[in-house]
């Protein structure tokens, strides 16, 4: 059983994956789930039963890895919630990410159908 402080830490946990969903950065809990090997439905009988012992440290680290979240914000409830210089790299980083993603689909639709793009 998780302790009162351990609930707390889960719920913002969770909080965190709402605010990612929010921005378009994540789909959902199933996408982070199946991206960490994480078995979905321990992650969603974590979030209706925050009290239940599932939750792991390494999910935390994820968020702050991967998505530049703030590990005070994390742990402590104090802050920012994404760490500023981070967020600046991963919002460049995934900026990067959709203008190739970008060009290869124009490159594609060029080859397809070259008068379509003109």
């Known amino acids: 059983m998780n302790t009162p402080d351990s609930i707390i830490i889960v719920n ?6 709402e ?7 994540i789909r ?3 996408t982070f789930a199946h991206r960490y090997g994480i078995n979905d439905r321990n992650i969603w ?4 039963e ?8 390494a999910w935390l680290e994820y968020l702050v ?6 590990a005070e914000w994390l742990l402590l409830g ?11 790299a991963f919002d460049e980083a995934r900026a990067a990410e959709k203008k190739a993603k970008h060009r290869k689909k124009t490159a594609t639709a ?9």
């Open 12 to 17: 913002r946990f969770f909080e965190a994956l």
């Open 50 to 57: 925050p009290a239940r012992n599932i939750f792991q440290p």
């Open 19 to 25: 605010i990612l969903r929010s921005e378009h950065i």
């Open 65 to 70: 890895r991967d998505y530049a979240l703030s």
């Open 45 to 48: 009988l974590q979030r209706r």
């Open 110 to 118: 060029l080859l397809e159908e070259p008068e379509a793009v003109l």
């Open 78 to 88: 104090e802050g920012p919630v994404f760490d500023p210089e981070r967020k600046r």
């Open 28 to 30: 959902g809990l199933k």
